[in-house]
C-alpha cells in the first residue's frame, strides 16, 4: 500500500507541478523533518544516517516548503533504495556559499550507477527499479529549475552516489526563464 502510495503521489505532483508559492522558510527544518520522517517510513532499513546541516540551523530561504519537501523526501527515497548493505551510510551536509545560496549534498555509499543511466536520470518515466514510476529525479529536476537553482548528480557503479542541491536563498528572478528554457 505504500508503495502504491508513493507512485500515486509522484504521478500527481508530476502532473501538478506548477511555480512555487514562496514563502520564507527555514531549511533546517525541512531537512530534519524530512530525514525523521524517512527513518519512520523506511525503519527496516539499517542504514546509518549522518546529520551535518548544523552550519543551516538560522538560515532561511524563499521557496515553496511543499515542492522542497518533496525534493528532499525523493533523493532521500533513492538513496535508501540504493543502500542494500548493512554498512550503508546516508550522509547529508548543508552549508551556505559566498554567492547567496545554500548547498544541500546527499552522499550515499550504495550500489550507485553506470554512466549510461546517470545520462539519463532526468528523463520521465526512466527507472532502474522494479518498482517505482521513474519520476521522484525529474520531479527533483523540475523544483530546482522552478526555484532557480541547480541539481547535480555524481554517481559510481558499486560505490555511491552524491546529490548536490543548489538553491538561492532570496528568490530568483531567474526561475520562470529555467522553467521555459527546459
Given at each position: 500500500?505504500?508503495?502504491?502510495?508513493?507512485?500515486?503521489?509522484?504521478?500527481l505532483?508530476?502532473?501538478?507541478?506548477?511555480?512555487?508559492?514562496?514563502?520564507?522558510?527555514?531549511?533546517?527544518?525541512?531537512?530534519?523533518?524530512?530525514?525523521?520522517?524517512?527513518?519512520?517510513?523506511?525503519?527496516?532499513?539499517?542504514?546509518?544516517?549522518i546529520?551535518?546541516?548544523d552550519s543551516?540551523?538560522?538560515?532561511?530561504?524563499?521557496?515553496d516548503?511543499?515542492?522542497?519537501?518533496?525534493?528532499?523526501?525523493?533523493?532521500?527515497?533513492?538513496?535508501?533504495?540504493?543502500?542494500?548493505?548493512?554498512?550503508?551510510?546516508?550522509?547529508i551536509?548543508?552549508?551556505?556559499?559566498?554567492?547567496?545560496n545554500?548547498?544541500?549534498?546527499?552522499?550515499?555509499?550504495?550500489?550507485?550507477?553506470?554512466?549510461?543511466?546517470?545520462?539519463?536520470?532526468?528523463?520521465?518515466?526512466?527507472s532502474?527499479?522494479?518498482?517505482?514510476t521513474?519520476?521522484?529525479?525529474?520531479?527533483?529536476?523540475?523544483?530546482?529549475?522552478?526555484?532557480?537553482?541547480?541539481?547535480?548528480?555524481?554517481?559510481?557503479?558499486?560505490?555511491?552516489?552524491?546529490?548536490?542541491?543548489?538553491?538561492?536563498?532570496?528568490?530568483?528572478?531567474n526561475?520562470?526563464?529555467?522553467?521555459?528554457?527546459?
Amino acid at each position: 500500500i505504500l508503495e502504491s502510495d508513493q507512485i500515486i503521489n509522484n504521478l500527481l505532483f508530476y502532473a501538478r507541478l506548477k511555480m512555487p508559492h514562496y514563502e520564507s522558510m527555514r531549511i533546517y527544518d525541512i531537512l530534519n523533518e524530512c530525514i525523521k520522517s524517512a527513518r519512520v517510513r523506511l525503519s527496516e532499513h539499517k542504514t546509518l544516517v549522518i546529520k551535518k546541516i548544523d552550519s543551516l540551523k538560522k538560515d532561511f530561504i524563499e521557496a515553496d516548503p511543499l515542492q522542497i519537501t518533496e525534493l528532499v523526501n525523493n533523493i532521500l527515497n533513492n538513496a535508501y533504495d540504493a543502500c542494500l548493505r548493512e554498512d550503508c551510510t546516508i550522509e547529508i551536509k548543508g552549508e551556505k556559499d559566498s554567492k547567496g545560496n545554500i548547498e544541500i549534498v546527499f552522499k550515499d555509499n550504495g550500489i550507485g550507477m553506470d554512466e549510461e543511466h546517470l545520462k539519463m536520470v532526468f528523463e520521465p518515466f526512466f527507472s532502474t527499479k522494479a518498482k517505482g514510476t521513474g519520476l521522484g529525479l525529474t520531479v527533483c529536476n523540475q523544483i530546482v529549475n522552478l526555484h532557480g537553482g541547480r541539481i547535480c548528480i555524481d554517481s559510481k557503479k558499486g560505490k555511491g552516489t552524491t546529490v548536490t542541491v543548489t538553491l538561492p536563498i532570496k528568490r530568483s528572478a531567474n526561475a520562470e526563464e529555467n522553467l521555459n528554457h527546459q
